[in-house]
């Protein structure tokens, strides 16, 4: 998301199976690395109840959000 020198990206959750721009199956935070406070904000009980069911995490997202 973003535009050109403005960058701004979602956290979500995706199928691994669809291809890499194929959508996505819910939104559960964002980050927007122009912001020096307050630049990540996501929703841990949503990121928890996707990780119990089997969802992994990339290694950017589990960076920003200090999960393991």
């Known amino acids: 998301m973003g535009r050109k020198k403005k960058p ?3 956290i979500v959750v995706t199928d691994s199976r669809k291809r890499r721009d ?3 199956i819910e ?3 964002y980050y927007n690395p122009l912001l020096e406070n307050d630049n ?3 929703d ?3 990121l ?3 990780l119990g069911v089997g ?3 990339s290694e950017r ?3 920003l959000t200090g999960q393991k």
């Open 22 to 24: 194929g959508g996505w």
């Open 8 to 10: 701004f990206y979602r």
């Open 48 to 50: 928890s109840y996707w």
């Open 55 to 57: 969802a992994k995490m």
């Open 61 to 63: 997202v589990q960076k």
């Open 27 to 29: 939104s559960i935070g």
């Open 44 to 46: 841990a009980e949503r």
């Open 40 to 42: 990540v904000k996501f």
